[in-house]
């Protein structure tokens, strides 16, 4: 019987096993933000065990409210710092050259094909993108990671999609994952991992192929996992030309981490997607899903672009492509915030940030700020924002507001609207 | 080890996730004893009072896919500076569960048509439950009946509930 890239993963990095299905994987990478890493930090303190295992192997970034908005947020950003400095950690990532930890990580080439990565931050899931096992842990589990380098699971089971068709214009990575989280519910994947195949993932790029892994934890997932292959390579090129003479060597490398062909899943789904519409949220669960055309002309007060699911370059020139030469509705108000420092300068380079100005966008630096309601656009009780994000859970965005999750193109359509809109509308 | 016992809070709700268990801005709290008057505020659940209903209970029963959402062990914490130190339910998001465990309290699964019974026959009574950690029991006690309920927990959480946590043990072992 094969294996799947989880099972592989697994194989490589077990440290032995001391309980029954109890596996203590070796990590390849910690990475830490200043919600959840401070409490690690002062619990390890109060223990006299304020060491870290390897400093190279820890990422660090103040991302969740930057810049601090009040006492609260400054003191937790200062025990990340303090810490960081404390330990030698170099890849800390402080405010001006911060941005969302799931955008910031890969695009600095952190995350490589096989390896083990954990945060205390449920999206961690993202970085399956590269062919990883990377799975979001509690601040007990960052703790241990952050001290041991080790980090306990049960073995996670698989679910595999195998994608066929193309994507249609207009409908993006954003409508196939609620799409899929639609099919799977909530729970759908709870303690799996969910790996992401056939010709739709081929030809999607590393920001698209992010955008799917991010919300497997939307239908429970441990991990969503996408196989490396020559798009992973040539995002990686940069950070790995010294590793491998050329990119077939590296290739040849990375394709070790591929499910066999018979290897044993929990269930195989088939989809051609051919015909998938622009999808959207209604209620306060992730798989509450409609398409554009049935909620089409539901009203917003906000829109908003970014996050670690949708906040990177290739979101922003969809969206701008859309807002080009026009404005927002007055009904309504927008924000954009480029999930990195990269991203936005990319941005301003290409004339994307203008753009969004001109059309009425606020324009914010590199955070998380209002995917949960911390900062940065906040709704007030009985608002609705139309967003990138990926949580339209009860309150997330604001006490008795409403979020709507979409693609960053029906986003940017809503928002000229000011209500929800088929982007295919500004495309003909 | 930590107590087991107490009062039941029923929350007769599918997929409750952890930004209403804690809401996300009440994440720059870096105690946990600050979360306490918190706990459950956005919960979406008719006639439900987040302070007055959790008062006083140390246990409680709910449905399915119980902490999904976000990981912060803000959740567990929130529940455990409450007094609650046990959640029963017919399962659980994979992080919540993980970090019950790592803060050495219980989240037990049981089966679907279990749950419907402990629902069926005590919600809206005054119940009590003890975990009985040595038996794999759940003692049930209403007013007017009393039984017991097994329960399977793997040797892995059971540890971690005897050493109250996962920080310990992964620093005597790794």
Avoid at chain 1, 55 to 75: F, G, L, M, N, R
Avoid at chain 1, 104 to 126: A, L, N, Q, W
């Amino acid at each position: 019987m094969g294996k799947t890239i989880a099972e592989k993963i697994f194989d490589a990095h077990r440290v032995n096993m001391p309980f029954p299905d109890t596996h203590v994987l070796k990590l390849d990478r910690v990475f830490c933000h200043e919600i959840t890493t401070p409490i690690a930090i002062t619990d390890l303190m109060a223990r006299g065990m304020d060491r870290v295992f390897d400093p190279t192997k820890i990422k660090a970034v103040i991302d969740h409210v930057t810049p601090a908005k009040d006492s609260k947020t400054a003191e937790q950003g200062k025990i990340l710092r303090d810490w960081a400095k404390r330990h030698g950690i170099k890849d800390f990532f402080d405010i001006g050259r911060n941005g969302v930890c799931h955008a910031i990580f890969p695009e600095k080439g952190f995350v490589r094909p096989g390896y083990t990565v954990i945060m205390g931050d449920s999206h961690t899931c993202t970085h399956g993108a590269f062919g990883a096992f990377a799975a979001g842990v509690g601040t007990t589990d960052l703790e241990v990671g952050i001290l041991k380098g080790v980090c306990a699971f049960h073995f996670p089971k698989t679910l595999k999609f195998v994608l066929r068709g193309t994507l249609k214009p207009g409908v993006y990575a954003k409508d196939l994952i609620l799409f899929l989280i639609k099919e799977l519910t909530v729970n759908g994947a709870t303690n799996m991992v969910i790996e992401f195949t056939g010709p739709v993932i081929d030809a999607m790029s590393m920001e698209s192929r992010m955008t799917l892994c991010n919300m497997a934890i939307e239908a429970g997932g441990t991990c969503g996992i996408c196989y490396p292959d020559m798009t992973t390579v040539e995002y990686l090129w940069e950070f790995i030309k010294d590793e491998f003479k050329t990119k077939e060597d590296a290739l040849k490398e990375y394709t070790k981490w591929v499910s066999d062909e018979d290897a044993s899943y929990e269930k195989v789904y088939e989809y051609d997607v051919t015909n998938l519409e622009p999808m959207v949220t209604f209620g306060y669960k992730p798989d509450q899903v409609k398409t554009v055309k049935e909620m089409s002309g539901s009203k917003i007060d906000q829109v908003y672009i970014g996050s670690c699911t949708n906040g990177r370059i290739e979101d922003l020139r969809i969206a701008a492509s859309i807002l080009k030469d026009k404005k927002i509705s007055d009904d309504v108000r927008a924000v954009v915030s480029p999930a990195t420092p990269a991203i936005y300068s990319l941005a301003l380079k290409e004339g994307l940030i203008e753009i969004f100005q001109n059309a009425g966008f606020c324009v914010t630096n590199p955070t998380c700020g209002a995917c949960l309601g911390m900062s940065n656009g906040v709704l007030a009780a009985g608002e609705v924002c139309a967003s990138t994000t990926n949580r339209n859970f009860n309150g997330r965005m604001g006490k008795g507001g409403t979020v709507h999750l979409m693609s960053p193109a029906t986003a940017a359509a809503s928002a000229l609207e000011g209500k929800i809109t088929n982007s295919q509308l500004y495309k003909a | 080890m930590k107590q087991f016992s107490g009062k039941v809070l029923f929350l007769d709700r599918c997929d409750i996730n952890t930004d209403e268990i804690i809401p996300a801005k009440y994440l720059t709290e870096i105690t946990k004893e600050a979360l306490k008057p918190y706990l459950l505020e956005d919960l979406s659940l008719t006639g439900f009072k987040n302070k007055e209903d959790v008062k006083d209970k140390a246990v409680i029963v709910t449905r399915a896919n119980f902490g999904c959402g976000s990981s912060r062990e803000h959740a567990p914490w929130a529940l455990e500076v409450n007094g609650i130190n046990v959640v029963i339910a017919e399962n659980f998001a994979r992080i919540f569960r993980q970090n019950m465990y790592n803060c050495g309290m219980f989240a037990i699964e049981l089966p679907k048509d279990k749950i419907e019974y402990l629902f069926e026959t005590y919600a809206g009574k005054d119940t009590s439950i003890t975990i009985d950690i040595d038996n794999d029991k759940i003692v049930v006690t209403s007013s007017d009946q009393s039984e017991k309920i097994d329960f399977k927990v793997g040797e892995f959480d059971k540890t971690l509930v005897k050493e109250e946590g996962w920080v310990g043990y992964a620093d005597k072992n790794y």
